[in-house]
């Protein structure tokens, strides 16, 4: 699970592109048939949004994975 926020991309609304693949700074968006797959959420940089700003179609959204609660320790 990443660590920090993430990018997730819409099937349904993406164009095949490949604005967002190219977009990455760090290279972690491959082109699997035509689809954007993030190869290693842990990596992305923290406040980057390059992929997003990149997609014309609204395809690609952030996610925040949910902090854990202070009163269990999983």
């Known amino acids: 699970m ?18 967002c693949v190219k977009a990455c700074p760090d290279s972690l968006l491959e082109s699997e048939s035509g689809l ?3 190869s290693n959420p842990d990596l992305c940089r923290p406040n980057c949004f390059e992929c997003t700003k990149a997609c014309s179609e609204g395809a690609v959204g952030i996610v925040r994975p949910a902090k854990p609660c202070d009163c269990c320790s999983f």
């Open 2 to 19: 990443a660590k920090h926020w993430f990018p997730v991309f819409s099937n349904s609304k993406c164009a095949h592109c490949g604005s």
């Open 36 to 38: 954007p797959v993030l």
